[in-house]
Structures are given as structure tokens and as C-alpha cells.
């Protein structure tokens, strides 16, 4: 049952990554792009974290966390050079 459950899971979680893909193609202005970039990177990190739990392994896990702080990283890196032009002053 857990199987279908992740399945599911997945396949929305791909849907909402089409979605995100979408909305960064498409998007009326920059605050739309950037906040869509980084909603595809919290679908990538459960996606990887659902992988992780079908595979019974707790590999996943770390790469998930590498994603994360590289998605928050370059959100903030983004928005300082829409906001200002630059991003190291």
C-alpha cells in the first residue's frame, strides 16, 4: 500500500514540477519566476526524499539537504540582483 501511496505522491509532486516549469517560462514578472524556481526546488527535495523512502535507504537524504541549501542560496543570490544589480558589493 506504502508503494501506491509514494507513487501518488511522486506523480504529483511531477505535476507540480511541470507546473513550476511552467510558471518560470510564462511568468508576468520577476517575483513570479524567482518564487517558482524556488518552489521547484522544495518539489526536487521531496522528490528526493520520496525516492529515499522507496529505496528503504537513508542515503537520500543528504544530497536532499545539499539541494535545499543550495535552493536557498541562490534565491537569495537572485533576489539581491533583481532588488539591487549586483550581488557582491
Not at 509532486?13 to 521547484?40: C, E, H, K, Q, S
Not at 533576489?79 to 557582491?88: H, K, N
Amino acid at each position: 500500500m506504502i508503494e501506491y501511496a509514494l507513487l501518488f505522491a511522486a506523480g504529483c509532486y511531477g505535476v507540480a514540477l511541470l507546473l513550476d516549469l511552467w510558471r518560470i517560462a510564462m511568468g508576468p514578472d520577476a517575483a513570479d519566476r524567482i518564487l517558482a524556481l524556488d518552489t521547484m526546488v522544495i518539489n526536487v527535495i521531496a522528490l528526493l526524499v520520496l525516492y529515499g523512502v522507496w529505496r528503504g535507504t537513508a542515503i537520500y537524504f543528504e544530497p536532499a539537504m545539499l539541494v535545499a541549501m543550495v535552493g536557498f542560496v541562490s534565491t537569495v543570490a537572485y533576489c539581491r540582483f533583481i532588488l539591487r544589480g549586483d550581488i557582491i558589493e
